[in-house]
Every structure is written in structure tokens, then in C-alpha cells.
């Protein structure tokens, strides 16, 4: 059958494209017949991920800059933080998509179709891909697509806030930046519609990704995000003189809705498999971390399923928590994260918003934010 193939990809971004480097680097895998479909290709710089890891990652050769110091800032703690054995990354989309795209094309066994998907089932043992004009099977389908309406925002046990930013890598004439450190988080600003901070991340003296980041219930206007953007630029960064090189705008899901793993042969990954930290928004790391495991169940196992562990709920219970205050109000998300930055060590910090501190760790974070606030919302959440 011809249109029958052993894995098809459906979606060709971040995860989908994590996945099928990893698969094509398995001398196990690197021959399956594989389609991947997305709805157009991948040639637009879109988005710039950054994530921190202590190893060198599958994606080291385009990295595009990295930091081995943060800073934080707010009305409450600010400080510079040197991450000793982490490594704060960036990656430029168009350098991951050509890199995969490249590397991709020494394989005959890969297809790539643009076709926009419609729907996804499985039939008699067999995982079936519907575009506007042509039906596909396989054995299995790594979707990262995330259909509309796939999350139910009205359902009382679902907390759903939006990460919105507006990015703009600034050049000036002048030296401005110090390329060794990113500003993560800067709270100083306006806190008017929710919990709001800008994001710097220079990669010379003369440039740098400046981006006004939100949490959200709503979008704001797009003028919003530039007039913020200016304003921070002139007023706390101090710079009158540069020229806008680049843009991006993202929106990025904040939710604690359970993401199924797998639904039939299809399995989900990226934000469509829940990848995207409920309470933070970061996904790149999740991202890779997913892709590993299927790839080492596809080779061990000869199938790519795997449940969710005891950690996986006990984070997720935690982001649930909370988003919940965050999404109730109980508490700015300023406040909170300047208590977790001031209280604990970067290492447990960093661990913790990776999902893999320990008892102890989870301890100590928990211990650094109100408890007459956090409790409560922990009950709720464990009794809803
Ligand atoms: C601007 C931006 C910056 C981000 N920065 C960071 C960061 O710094 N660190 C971090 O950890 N995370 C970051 N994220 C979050 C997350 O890492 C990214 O959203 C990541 O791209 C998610 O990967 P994905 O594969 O789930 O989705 P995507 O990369 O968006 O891939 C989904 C693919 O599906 C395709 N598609 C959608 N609908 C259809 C359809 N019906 N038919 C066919 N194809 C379709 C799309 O074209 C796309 O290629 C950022 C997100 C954005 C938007």
C-alpha cells in the first residue's frame, strides 16, 4: 500500500522535528518509512527557545548563544545569579528547522508533505491521518498539532492562562549589553493586567531579544506590547538609539488540562501531549525529554507508549496549584517567584521548574511561598 508508512509525524515544529532527528539517529529506527506532514514549511525565523541544561544537548551545534549568569528582578529581590554547572541556551527556530531539514534529507525512507490536517483516528490496529485531500496510515502518528478546542477552558477543574509575548531583537550603535547574562525574569515593571516581565537576552555587547512577556487571561492590543516594549527600552534599559532587526509574537498555553499521552496509535507530544510547563510555559526541555523516551520504547519495546509516573502527577498537581493562585489572584506572580528566586539555591530552583527535585527540594520550594495561601489551593485542588 502506498500510502501506508510505519510512523508518520503529523506537525513538523519543535517536537515533531525533535522526534524525528532522534528516531533518524537510531541505526535501529533510520530506516522506517516515514511521512511528516505539516501544514506549510518551516522557513520563517518564528520563535527563539532558550532553556537551561547542564550537558551538552542534541541541539549543541546550533546553539546560537548561552549564559552562565541570570538575572531576576522585582520589587521584592533582585540579584544576579551565576547558574554554576547549568548553561542558559538559546536556539534560533530557523537554525533547528534547516538543521533537522538537512539532516533529513540523507534519507530516502522520509517524506515530507505540506497538507493541512483534519483529523486523526485509529481502525483496525492502523493510525489513520486525514488532510483536506488525501488519507494516510500508519503504524503510528507522533501528532503535535493542537486542534482547536482540544482544551476545555470552561470545565471547573481546568486553570487556563495564556503566556503572551511580544519579542524584538534590538541593535544600537553603542556597547549596551553585558552577552554573559540573561535577564530571565524583570517584575519591575507594570503589574496592572496580571503577573507581566521582560525577558533580555543579549547576544553581543550591541544586540539583544528583548521580550514583554505576560500571564494572562487575555490578549492585549498589539500596540500594547510595543508601547511597553519602547518604554522599557528607553526608561530602564536606558537606550534611545537602536533599530528593531527582528520580531516575534507568541502565545503559549498555561494550563493544567490532562494532555492524553496517547489516544489509540496516535501519540501526542509538544504542547499536544502537555508538554508546555503548566506554570511556567516552558516546553523545549519537555519537549526533548518526550521524544527521548519514545524513541527508547520504539528501540527496546517496538512500540512508543509509556504512562505518566508518580513524578510526572506530583508536578503536575504542583503547576496546578499554582496556576490556580495565579489564576485566582490569591497571590502576584512577582511576589511568588521573587520569594522562590530569594529562598532557594539556583540548583534547586532550576531543578524544581524541570520537574525533577526531589522530596526535599519540593520541601524547601514550598516552604518559600505563603503557606495561608498555597495550602488552601492545594486542598482545593486535591479535593475538586
Ligand atoms: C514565539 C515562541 C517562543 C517560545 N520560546 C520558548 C522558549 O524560549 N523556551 C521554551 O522552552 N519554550 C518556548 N516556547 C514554547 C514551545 O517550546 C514552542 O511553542 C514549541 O515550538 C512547541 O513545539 P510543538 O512542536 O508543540 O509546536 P510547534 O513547534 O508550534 O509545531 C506544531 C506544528 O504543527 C503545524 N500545524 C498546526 N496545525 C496544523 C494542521 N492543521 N495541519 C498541519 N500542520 C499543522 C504547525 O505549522 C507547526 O509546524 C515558545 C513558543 C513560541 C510561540
Not at 184 to 210: I, R
Not at 277 to 287: D, L, P, R, T, V
Request: charged fraction near 20%; glycine fraction near 4%; proline fraction near 4%.
Amino acid at each position: 500500500m502506498n500510502n501506508h508508512y510505519d510512523y508518520i509525524i503529523s506537525g513538523a515544529g519543535c517536537a515533531g522535528l525533535s522526534l524525528l532527528q532522534r528516531i533518524l539517529l537510531q541505526p535501529a529506527l533510520s530506516s522506517k518509512k516515514i511521512l511528516v506532514i505539516d501544514e506549510k514549511p518551516k522557513i520563517i525565523n518564528d520563535r527563539t527557545w532558550c532553556f537551561w541544561e547542564k550537558e551538552n544537548g542534541l541541539f549543541e551545534d546550533i546553539v546560537h548563544h548561552s549564559y552562565d549568569e541570570i538575572a531576576f528582578a522585582s520589587n521584592f529581590f533582585s540579584n544576579r545569579i551565576p547558574l554554576n554547572n547549568y548553561r542558559y541556551k538559546m536556539i534560533q527556530g530557523i537554525d533547528f528547522y534547516n538543521a533537522v531539514m538537512q539532516y533529513a534529507k540523507g534519507f530516502a525512507n522520509v517524506e515530507f508533505k505540506y497538507e493541512k490536517v483534519k483529523k486523526l483516528t485509529t481502525e483496525n490496529q492502523l493510525a489513520i491521518v486525514e488532510t483536506e485531500n488525501n488519507t494516510y496510515k500508519a503504524n503510528y502518528i507522533f501528532n503535535s498539532i493542537l486542534f482547536p478546542g482540544t482544551i476545555n477552558t470552561s470545565s471547573n477543574k481546568t486553570y487556563f492562562l495564556l503566556q503572551h509575548f511580544k519579542g524584538w531583537v534590538i541593535e544600537t550603535p553603542n556597547a549596551q549589553f553585558n552577552p554573559s547574562v540573561a535577564t530571565l525574569m524583570d517584575f519591575t515593571v507594570a503589574q496592572k493586567e496580571g503577573t507581566t516581565f521582560m525577558y533580555t537576552m543579549p547576544t553581543s555587547t550591541t544586540t539583544a531579544l528583548v521580550e514583554y512577556t505576560l500571564f494572562t487571561k487575555d490578549l492585549l492590543q498589539p500596540i500594547e506590547y510595543e508601547n511597553a516594549l519602547k518604554k522599557y527600552i528607553e526608561e530602564d534599559l536606558k537606550i534611545s538609539n537602536y533599530t528593531i532587526q527582528h520580531e516575534e509574537f507568541g502565545i503559549i498555553p498555561m494550563t493544567n488540562h490532562p494532555f492524553p499521552l496517547h489516544e489509540g496509535r496516535v501519540v501526542n507530544l509538544g504542547i499536544a501531549g502537555g508538554q508546555a510547563k503548566g506554570s511556567s510555559g516552558y516546553a523545549f526541555q519537555f519537549i526533548q525529554k518526550r521524544t527521548k523516551k519514545i524513541v527508547a520504547n520504539l528501540i527496546s519495546k517496538n512500540h512508543p507508549f509509556y504512562n505518566q509516573s508518580f513524578s510526572d502527577k506530583k508536578f503536575r498537581f504542583f503547576d496546578s496549584v499554582l496556576l490556580q493562585v495565579l489564576h485566582d489572584k490569591k497571590m502576584n506572580g512577582d511576589e511568588i517567584f521573587a520569594d522562590i528566586f530569594k529562598k532557594n539555591a539556583i540548583k534547586t530552583v532550576l531543578r524544581f521548574l524541570d520537574n525533577e527535585s526531589n522530596l526535599l527540594e519540593d520541601l524547601k520550594i514550598m516552604s518559600s511561598v505563603p503557606m495561608k495561601i498555597f495550602l488552601p489551593a492545594a486542598l482545593k485542588q486535591i479535593f475538586k
